[in-house]
């Protein structure tokens, strides 16, 4: 590969089009303030680099991002682009990834509003990630191991798949299908409304209002707490460790837990069937 190493440059598309080239130690900054630097490259390795331009790496082909950093200045830093590795890398920038295919993320920090929108085959491991929205409208995601703060989490997303992580969220799942966690915490209000094929396995569930209007949902061997109003006409098969607050007008399904504070049926807009009982108890 060609070298470009310890080199400072600040105008529009400083490197556009460069191809089997190594950046190495060089800084994307300064007065000039020009955008897309490093757009429309093929087989490139950008590693031990500072970023405090807009736009740097749009339509990349093959490319590696490592050691390196991106500040807030760095707004929507990866869009459109293909076949990326990002490791040992911080992003705090806006926007960072967006309508991306084949991206592996790993050891990452990330602080990004609107991280990963309409992205496709994304994988994380061993990362940290803090956004209002994440993966809006992405498919195709593998998670493992990632620590992750925000709110609007994973909408209508499809073919996602989360291991060994600490979600802490709001409105996680909307809308989303095909969706599997597993020995996971997810923390936050009206987990997962709407959402089609989601199974959950050895989490732990914590806030109000969890798993309404579901279909096709799963819950083996979980636990809730701080569940209140919880399976609201959902389609359910629930095996619960534990005890939950109150299960509101299920919708059809199974929901069986060690204990259960209140079952509500009332004000319900369509036949709730449901089986619940509590193990060894009768309801």
Same mark, same amino acid.
């Given at each position: 590969m060609?070298m470009i190493?310890?080199?400072?440059y ?9 191809r089997d080239?190594?950046?190495?130690g060089c800084?994307f900054a300064?007065?000039?303030?020009? $955008?897309?630097?490093?757009?429309e490259t093929? &087989? *490139?390795? !950008?590693?031990d680099?500072? /970023? ?5 790496i749009?339509?990349a ?6 050691d ?7 707004r929507?830093?990866?869009w459109y682009s293909d076949d990326g590795?990002i490791?040992?890398?911080d ?5 960072a990834l967006?309508?991306?295919r084949?991206?592996?993320i790993s ?8 991280f990963g929108w309409?992205?496709?085959?994304t ?5 940290s990630?803090v956004? $209002?929205?994440?993966f809006?409208?992405a498919r &195709? *995601?593998v !998670?493992d191991h990632l620590? /992750?703060?925000g709110?609007y989490?994973?909408?209508?997303v499809?073919?996602?798949v989360i291991k060994?992580?600490v979600?802490d969220?709001k ?5 989303a299908k095909n969706?599997?966690?597993t020995d ?8 997962a409304?709407f ?14 209002q ?10 083996i ?7 209140d109003l919880s ?7 629930a095996d619960?460790?534990?005890?939950i607050?109150?299960v509101?007008?299920?919708?059809s ?7 259960i ?9 369509m036949e709730?069937?449901a ?6 108890k009768?309801?």
């Open positions: 060609d190493e310890n080199m400072t600040d105008c529009e598309r400083a490197l556009y089009n460069i080239t190594h950046v190495k800084t300064g007065p000039a303030d020009g $955008e897309s630097v490093l757009k093929r &087989n *490139i390795v !950008i590693d680099c500072s /970023f405090s331009l807009r736009y740097p749009w339509h082909k093959k490319y590696e991002l490592r390196s950093k991106l500040d807030e200045k760095t929507a830093a990866l590795i490791e040992n890398t992003i705090t920038g806006v926007k967006r309508e991306c084949n991206t592996v050891n990452c920090r990330i602080e990004s509003v609107e309409k992205t496709d085959n994988r994380i491991s061993d990362s990630i956004s $209002e929205y994440i809006l409208d &195709n *995601i !998670i620590d /992750f703060k709110k989490s994973f909408q209508y499809e073919n996602l060994d992580s979600l969220t409105d996680a799942f909307w809308h969706v599997t966690v996971s915490v997810i923390k936050g209000e009206y987990l409304w959402s089609e094929g989601l199974t959950l396995i050895r989490c732990r569930i914590i806030g109000t969890p798993l309404c209007y579901c279909k096709d949902l799963k819950l061997d979980c636990e809730m707490q701080d569940c399976f609201e006409y959902s389609d359910v098969e619960v460790i534990g005890h607050d109150s509101k007008n299920p919708r399904g199974r929901i069986t837990a060690d204990s504070g209140e079952l509500i049926y009332e004000d319900s807009i709730s069937k089986e619940v009982t509590q193990r060894n009768s309801l």
